[in-house]
C-alpha cells in the first residue's frame, strides 16, 4: 500500500498561483500513476490532471488546461500540481490518488487516497 498526504493549500485571490505537494509513503510512488481530483461543496469529486509512472505523460481536464501542471519526482517520492491564473470556481478540495493504472480520468480508478487539502479563491 502507498500512503498519500497533500499540504500546500491556502487561500489565495483570482490571478494568483499555489503549489500543491502530494508526499508519498509505504510503496515507492513510482509503481503508480498518480492523479488529481477536487471537490466543491455539494458537487461531486472531478478530475484535475494526470501523470503517467515515469511523468513522460500526462493529461488534464480542459477546465485547467494551460492553467495547471502535474509533475512528479519519483526520486523523493513526491507529486505536485503548480496552479497558475486561479480562478474563484478553482475552490475546492484538493485530493491527491495513486492508481494501478495511469492516466485515467475516473476515481474508481485510483486505489490509494490522500485526505485532501482546501483551495479557497477569492475574487
Known amino acids: 500500500q502507498v500512503q498519500l498526504l497533500e499540504s500546500g493549500g491556502g487561500s489565495v485571490q483570482a490571478g494568483g498561483s499555489l503549489r500543491l505537494s502530494c508526499a508519498a509513503s509505504?510503496?515507492?510512488?513510482?509503481?503508480?500513476?498518480m492523479g488529481w481530483f477536487r471537490q466543491a461543496p455539494g458537487k461531486e469529486r472531478e478530475f484535475v490532471s494526470a501523470i503517467s509512472r515515469s511523468g513522460g505523460s500526462t493529461r488534464s481536464a480542459d477546465s485547467v488546461k494551460g492553467r495547471f501542471t502535474i509533475s512528479r519526482d519519483n526520486a523523493k517520492n513526491m507529486g505536485y500540481l503548480q496552479m497558475n491564473s486561479l480562478k474563484p470556481e478553482d475552490t475546492a478540495v484538493y485530493f491527491c490518488?495513486?492508481?494501478?493504472?495511469?492516466?485515467?480520468?475516473?476515481?474508481?480508478?485510483?486505489?490509494?487516497w490522500g485526505q485532501g487539502t482546501q483551495v479557497t479563491v477569492s475574487s
Open positions: 490518488a495513486a492508481s494501478d493504472s495511469w492516466l485515467v480520468v475516473q476515481a474508481a480508478e485510483y486505489d490509494f
Open positions: 509505504g510503496r515507492m510512488l513510482s509503481r503508480y500513476g
